[in-house]
């Protein structure tokens, strides 16, 4: 899971603008941040951490130039150095910049055919490099009569080069050099793209492409839609805008942005998070009263923050006072997020405190976002009962995760996932609550695809019910695949 943004303007310096996107875009990855601009030359500042510590105002005020992209990054491939961080770049053919979104389930098997076919040096373990390489290659070999081929037809070329030989999700960003700026999405649209546009006062337009929406109020961008499954969008450094879907599978986004990832204020795929939210709680609270009628919380606490909003409307629909019952720290980073399965371990208490006078002596209702290792709703039960609730309750907003992810997220092996390795009145008992409840599938499912004008055909929920939409992940491919994150992880804890 990471973050990344694209601005291309044909009036101003867009360096602070990158930094200001990145900074909205830091829920969605603290492990390295990355801005590149383009003016005449490429200039490039990356580092490991927060963005907030990785730029300053010297660095910033040498990334000249009105089109730049940016990246904000948690490793799912590859390893925890400054190597590893976006954007990236080849200089040839032209010089292109990319950063990415997503995870390729054939990382492994490019990354040696770029090397050993395409004579391609890939000089870290991060998957955008192998697709950077796969589009350069294909830009550097066009088919056809380049006479008659115009450059957009060349980029097209690249990009289905990439949709080829790419299997997996990635939402991609770049700068080619002296010409302008590239954006695509794979075809099934696993990961977000969001694009804006700003109207200046000479009718020039400005261009943002980002994962998530959430900087363009600030920045003054205008939403104005997704960049579509399949689709490739290039606008030169004048500001021409060209557009065409290369190849466009069935829709299906992942349903964890809705769950987990996206910041609540964003709009994905035509989607509002704020409401799929609301519904996941109403959902979740109709399906309580119906399996137990006679059992009423005396409040509803959200496991903050990512479960308020479906926590608030829970508590509505059943009638039950809302309570912030556990106090976060908000300046303790995201645990499910954080490397590593003691680092996780250890910060739940750091950034999660029990308010007694909220707690002690009541029936308490746990609303939290999702249970994927199972490591800090465990320690959230524990604390609440040491803080004296006479019951505790626990229900999930989204259905128990069984499978890996392959398409960005970390969720890497079948043995850390709770209900992967347990039934729920297992982990019911591991957690030490009176009730746990999962939303069903078709619930959450409704909760996101209820209203607003998407075209989502299904959301990708690999993770829930083993159904990988690329069609390339099966037993064999799981085993290998796990193999390998086993080994990154051993390098990371
Ligand atoms: Fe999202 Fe799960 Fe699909 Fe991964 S497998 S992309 S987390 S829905």
């Not at 690249?158 to 960003?173: K, L």
Request: proline residues 4%.
């Amino acid at each position: 899971m990471c973050g990344v943004v694209g601005i291309l303007s044909t009036k101003k310096q867009i360096a602070g603008e990158l930094y200001e996107s990145l900074i909205h875009l830091q829920h969605r990855g603290q492990d390295a941040a990355g801005i590149m601009t383009y003016n005449e030359r490429f200039h490039v500042k990356k580092g490991t951490g927060l963005v907030r510590d990785v730029f300053d105002e010297q660095n910033m005020a040498r990334l000249q130039g009105k089109i730049g992209i940016g990246h904000t990054r948690y490793p799912t491939v590859g390893g925890f150095s400054i190597e590893e961080a976006q954007p990236v770049l080849t200089s040839v053919p032209y010089g292109i910049a990319m950063a990415h979104n997503g995870n390729l389930v054939n990382y492994s098997e490019l990354a040696r055919e770029v090397s050993q076919e395409n004579h391609r040096h890939i000089n870290s373990s991060v998957d955008i490099e192998v697709i950077l390489h796969v589009f350069g290659h294909a830009l550097d070999h066009p088919v056809g009569n380049t006479a008659e081929l115009s450059f957009f037809d060349q980029i097209c070329q690249g990009v289905e080069a990439v949709f080829n030989r790419v299997s997996g999700a990635y939402s991609v960003v770049g700068i080619i050099m002296n010409k302008g700026m590239v954006v695509f999405r794979d075809p099934h649209g696993i990961r977000p793209l969001t694009k804006g546009i700003r109207k200046n006062e000479d009718g020039s337009i400005d261009y943002i492409f980002a994962s998530e929406t959430t900087m363009f109020y600030t920045l003054g961008f205008e939403p104005s839609g997704n960049v579509l499954p399949g689709e490739v969008i290039y606008i030169d450094e004048s500001g021409a805008y060209n557009r065409k879907i290369i190849l466009k599978e069935k829709f299906t986004p992942c349903i964890f942005e809705y769950v987990y990832f996206s910041r609540p204020d964003s709009i994905q795929n035509e989607v509002s998070v704020y409401r799929s939210r609301l519904r996941m709680g109403q959902n979740l609270a109709r399906r309580w009263q119906k399996q137990y009628p006679k059992i009423v919380p005396d409040i509803v606490i959200p496991a903050p923050s990512t479960a308020n909003t479906a926590a608030l409307s829970f508590a509505n629909e059943l009638g039950v006072r809302y309570s912030e019952g556990l106090y976060k720290n908000p300046f303790i980073g995201r645990t499910f997020i954080m490397p590593g399965q003691e680092n996780r371990k250890r910060s739940v208490r750091y950034k999660l405190v029990p308010q007694e006078f909220e707690i002690r002596n009541k029936n308490v209702l746990i609303v939290d976002d999702s249970i994927v290792r199972g490591n800090t709703s465990r320690e959230i039960v524990r604390m609440i009962r040491e803080f004296g609730a006479r019951k505790v309750y626990f229900v999930s907003a989204c259905p128990p995760v069984k499978y890996p992810c392959y398409y960005g997220v970390d969720m890497p092996t079948r043995e850390e996932l709770a209900a992967a390795q347990s039934t729920t009145e297992e982990i019911q008992n591991q957690m030490g609550v009176d009730i746990l409840m999962y939303q069903k599938i078709e619930d959450l499912v409704e909760a996101v695809t209820r209203k607003g004008e998407h075209n989502i055909n299904r959301p990708c929920m690999a993770c829930l019910d083993g159904w990988y939409v690329t069609g390339d992940v099966n037993e064999k491919k799981i085993d290998s695949l796990e193999k390998q994150r086993k080994r990154e992880r051993s390098h990371l804890i």
